[in-house]
């Protein structure tokens, strides 16, 4: 998986958001192989209003060419499916409004986990309507499962992509970090996989009962630190025992760094 440098300049670009969303996916498995994914996303009300701004700056929206995107469009939801993987359908969806902002709830069926694939990049659940973001690329989990007694499932994660640090510009760094915390604010994205049953045997390194966390990121309570958020910003991890190390024990972030994750479970 991504370098958490890696993962707060993908961030910090995509769609240039005042404000930010907040998105949760649990993965959940039965012994046989078959299961749901549960996506909630939630964008906040200082993004929604980032999204008008940048419609309504946009040349050429005088007739409402470029408009803000639907955050509840379950016409879209029910066509994320194919991207899931050959099986998967959509089950349900549903509107999210309350005093943080707005966003959904979506439920989706599989028949066979081996078929589903799964996208860690965060920017694949932004609906950005007519402006393109700033990153398409797919960062897919690929799932293998072989059913038993115990039942064995398989993950495995995009490799990380570790580049040099490019040398920035006096005085772009520091506007690059304000930026970052700007956007970030608010900010929180887990992917989870929940099977059906005990955990018998896993490498994961973060799992709590019958879950396994891949991904959680709480950007309050990484900023909540101003001096650990630069050190993570800035840093430029070459392996992945260096990103390891330096997100051990950090309040507010977990990332699987394991290739492959092995779930043994009944």
Not at 78 to 83: E, H, L, R, V
Not at 116 to 138: C, F, H, M, W
Not at 244 to 251: Q, S
Request: proline share 6%.
């Amino acid at each position: 998986m991504k370098s958490l440098r890696l993962v707060l300049v993908a961030l910090a670009t995509l769609l240039g958001l005042t404000g930010c969303f907040q998105v949760e996916k649990v993965v959940k498995v039965k012994p046989d192989g078959s299961g749901t994914v549960e996506e909630t996303v939630l964008f906040t009300k200082a993004a929604l209003a980032s999204f008008q701004q940048m419609a309504a700056s946009v040349p050429g929206n005088k007739e409402g060419a470029a408009k803000a995107p639907d955050i509840y469009d379950e016409a879209k939801l029910k066509d994320a499916a194919a991207k899931m993987g050959a099986g998967v359908t959509f089950v349900s969806a549903q509107k999210i409004s309350n005093e943080q902002g707005e966003g959904f709830t979506a439920t989706y069926a599989f028949s066979d986990i081996n078929k589903l694939t799964i996208d860690q990049n965060p920017g694949e659940a932004v609906p950005t309507g007519n402006v393109k973001a700033s990153s398409d690329k797919r960062e897919p989990i690929v799932f293998h499962f072989t059913k038993g007694t115990p039942a064995e499932l398989t993950l495995t994660t995009t490799p990380p992509n570790f580049q040099p640090r490019k040398v920035q510009p006096p005085g772009m760094e520091d506007m690059a970090m304000k930026m970052m915390k700007k956007i970030l604010q608010d900010m929180h994205l887990s992917l989870v996989v929940e099977v059906q049953g005990t955990i018998l045997e896993t490498n994961a390194e973060y799992h709590d009962g019958p879950c396994v966390t891949l991904l959680d990121l709480d950007f309050n309570k990484v900023l909540a630190d101003p001096e650990k958020f630069q050190a993570l910003a800035r840093a430029n991890p070459q392996t992945l025992q260096d990103a390891k190390a330096l997100i051990k024990g950090l309040d507010g972030v977990k990332i699987e760094t394991a290739p492959e994750v092995k779930i043994k479970f009944q």
